[in-house]
DNA sequence: TTGTAAGCGTTATCAT
DNA sequence: ATGATAACGCTTACAA
């Protein structure tokens, strides 16, 4: 890496003190016109860029926000794009850290933004994660953060997630709708809470319709089409089986659906089947897939501003939740009855 | 934000000069124990963490690698993925910018991360790129850089590449020794290097094996599931339209799934299809695409491994150059004749 | 209108 | 074994 020009190199050039170069570079008011074209001349002829890392030194910000998620699947591939998008705009970079769904590589990775002095912290947590000493740490020192998607309940910050129960409830009142009455869940691991927010509004609407709860039909397995697979397989060869499937995610209705036409089954007719994230492959598949529109750029832009907004404020803000409504996409997989109207 | 403790701090409380913490803190040989172990303690106490901005102003490395990528699919996540694990391995943290296939944002990115004082580059460029010298100020700047996947012909430094040709050959050659005879390539941005080589594959290939090019059967599309939707409509309405088709993408190989399957076409039987990427959805799809693999997951740790030496290398390195051999993975879109042993 | 000096947090060099 | 000082590149009081 060679040398960079500097506002000392302008200076000696010019037979100047680095501070007027400086206050010429910035056209302060009490600097001789002269001098200010010979000082912005000579800069741009040098290529002079000034060095970010000591403007952060001075000012004790470095205009970089540290983003923690864990993956880059879809859903957070095009969330990062939103958060990006916004963040650019406001002339921050994001730094992104995968945790890869493992709580120790989410602890490295907060150790590793803290270190590098990030002006705040976007955080969606694994799965695994249970203990958030690591986000309290954030806290602590009085950075901005904010939780997006993945939050967790107990940790007083802004938040940007989905309305999950009520995306639970689209999904099984459209299985209700359809006539399907016996509607297995396959959850997500049990700490994380959109997993039980979608649980939870699954069981609301069971109830609602006077449907009974069966626990067999309850199954928490990781958000992996693998798992998915492997627990359909077990529901399908129950002696009393469902006939309709609600995945809260759609890597996990792929696999429940290898599992039901492994099984012979056929979507809607034999089995009803709903999941999560509208992701573009669940209109590939045949039969497509139903599934619940969870709006990621949308949530991820969100956030930003959430966060952009809490750095400019002065004094804390109180803790703002953002709350995204799910939509529901009816496809192949679940509809036995033609749809009317569209219906909001 | 709240003040971080420095090394002056400890200095103070303990009644020493900031050297001596400097020292104590590294274990120096010349430090009394027990000004060590008192240093050490109060370090941890109060929860020391040292500045890597000053440290970085001071060594002029940002320990921070710059990576640039055209957008975050399936085939760059991954990428990006491997190059995140090398690069935390080696101490080194990743800013991942994306230009989104445009030009401008791909300059500005360039800028930022040169601004932030990144110590090198790792680049893909986006499809829009026909125009270097944003690339070549990186060089002029003497700043370690690496070209991957995407790579620049006309810019000398070390890259990792697929070998395209290799994947267009296997490719096509597999279509032909299925009995395909009228094989159409949809290939990418005309000035992109991956399209072109993966299109002199399918040329050599036609000629090897005596068919004649057709040059209706020649189309250049935007990477975009869209684009290919409508090419196919195209190649399928012609007075004498092609048995096959090779696309050099996963996503483009959806949308002429999408426009065979419309227009009532069954595949193999009525039209081969091939894909590029080897995408998790070419399986799930039915019927499922053949496609070639690119290894995306070792091209991104080859990429981190190659930069990571060429930053240690003291002088400049010799251009290297890895290429990746890419592998066709055959599913039912293009198999009319059973494979008889699975074939290298 | 311009220059001087201190400071951001750290380390390396040269005293003591 | 420890301390003083300068330096990395920049800004900002304060002087001149």
Request: glycine share 4%.
């Amino acid at each position: 890496m060679e040398k960079q020009t500097t506002i000392k190199d302008i200076a000696i050039a010019l037979r100047l003190s680095t501070s007027t170069v400086s206050r010429a570079l910035r056209d302060a008011h009490d600097i001789k016109q002269d001098t200010k074209k010979a000082v912005k001349e000579l800069a741009e002829k040098l290529d002079y860029q000034p060095n970010k890392l000591a403007l952060s030194l001075l000012n004790r910000q470095t205009h970089t926000i540290g983003v923690i998620i864990p993956n880059l699947d879809y859903v957070l591939s095009t969330m990062v794009k939103g958060i990006d998008e916004v963040a650019l705009e406001a002339g921050y970079t994001v730094m992104v850290c995968q945790s890869d769904e493992s709580f120790g590589r989410e602890i490295v990775n907060t150790k590793r933004l803290l270190d590098s002095l990030v002006d705040g912290f976007i955080v969606s947590v694994s799965s695994e994660t249970k203990v958030f000493e690591h986000i309290r740490k954030i806290q602590q020192k009085k950075i901005p953060l904010v939780l997006f998607d993945r939050v967790v309940n107990n940790i007083d910050c802004p938040k940007v997630r989905l309305d999950n129960v009520a995306g639970g409830i689209q999904a099984t009142q459209h299985l209700v709708d359809q006539g399907y009455k016996k509607i297995a869940i396959l959850a997500g691991p049990e700490n994380l809470n959109i997993s039980n927010k979608r649980m939870e509004g699954y069981l609301q609407t069971l109830k609602l319709n006077g449907l009974k709860v069966d626990n067999r039909f309850i199954i928490h397995c990781d958000f992996n089409q693998q798992y998915a697979y492997e627990a359909t397989k077990e529901l399908l060869a129950m002696r009393n089986p469902p006939d309709a499937i609600f995945t809260i995610s759609d890597r996990m209705a792929i696999g429940a659906m290898l599992a039901i036409k492994e099984k012979g089954l056929s979507m809607p007719g034999d089995i009803g089947l709903v999941g999560f994230n509208n992701e573009p492959v669940t209109s590939l598949v045949s039969p497509s897939i139903s599934s619940v529109e969870m709006y990621s750029f949308e949530m991820g832009k969100a956030t930003a501003k959430l966060f952009i907004e809490m750095l400019h404020s002065e004094d804390a803000m109180q803790p703002a939740e953002i709350v995204i409504k799910p939509k529901i996409f009816v496809r192949e997989s679940s509809l036995r009855i033609p749809l009317k109207k569209t219906k909001s």
